[in-house]
């Protein structure tokens, strides 16, 4: 009897512009342009479409960035922040883990009075007029966003004067050198979103872009909400886990 060799795996087109696409990115520095999309196409043999999907996975995957109206460049090889989530630490404490320096963009910081959702937030009855400290910054990493942040804080315990000339960021690291009030523990929701115009601007990302989205509630010892917060992660740069307990 004789041996019957198998059939060699055929790859699909697709799979062969992601290598190809992929060995084509480790050639390329940080924040270079890639060529146009008709030009790429046709240098690969492929159709746009078939390319166009591609990108669109590397973009979710934090490989490339599309500006509009400018073109697609490579994104900065930044090493995944990776956190378990049983412990509240600031993305400066796991930027600083792994020997990267994290800077504040488009810093804003307002005292108004509370959203109704930022007072149901801040675990306070519907129709409440809350003087609260609002704080809204992206966090980066070289050039790259990788962060948007969003702290809401009544103004018992923060004011925009406590912020001082030296304020880097972190709102959890002010509070926790001031001491007061002592805080517990955070209660934090965390989903998918999609980018809308906004956060894609902000975040340097194309719109519908799925962000991971933290929102969370910090508590005192007395069970008060101090903070109220919402940010937005990049894919790519992070990574989440959580240590859970068998049953039984």
Known sequence: MS???PYPKVRS?????E???NTMLETL???EQLPPEPALAKDLGVSRATLREVMRTFVERGMLVRRHGVGTFVTSRIPIMENGLEILETVETLTGRIGLETTVQN???EERLATPVEVAGLGHPEGTALPILAVTRVITVGQTPVADLRDVVPQTYLTQTDLGPDFHGSVLELLLQ???PLLSTSRTEIVAESANTKFARRLSVPRGTALLKFVAQLYSYDERVVDFSVSYFVPGHFKFHVMRKVQG
Request: aromatic share 0%; net charge negative.
């Open 178 to 180: 001031r001491g007061e």
């Open 19 to 21: 290598e190809t696409l």
């Open 3 to 5: 041996d019957i060799l």
């Open 29 to 31: 520095a940080p924040g």
């Open 107 to 109: 810093l804003e910081i």
């Open 13 to 17: 087109p697709r799979t062969q512009v």
